[in-house]
């Protein structure tokens, strides 16, 4: 990844808008800013989130709150508590979130 193009800026999430997203079970928030080609997230699942889609962007994803249930379109799976993370690259391994119990997450793309 190569950072270039943007200045420092300090981001208070409280103050951005959220947009919802729903998914297969549920609907998440998302609140977003872009930087160039870089899109930075704080994103919130329900208790009970499945998303709809198989994932094939890359992600670095961070695990603030709660838990996150990752599925891979091969079988396999694993699950973030807070303060642990994941990165996948772009088309490399298809991939879907779902959380029993409700999930905080910071997500850069």
Known sequence: MHLSGFALAIID???????????EQGVATWRTKSFGSVRVRMVDYPAGYL????????HIVLC???????????GRGFTLKPGMSYQVADDAEPHRSRTTVGARLFIVD
């Open 13 to 23: 999430w409280s103050q951005i808008e959220h947009t919802e997203h729903r998914g």
């Open 51 to 58: 998303a709809d889609h198989w994932c094939t962007k890359g």
């Open 64 to 74: 603030l709150e709660g838990e996150l249930q990752t599925e891979l379109a091969d």
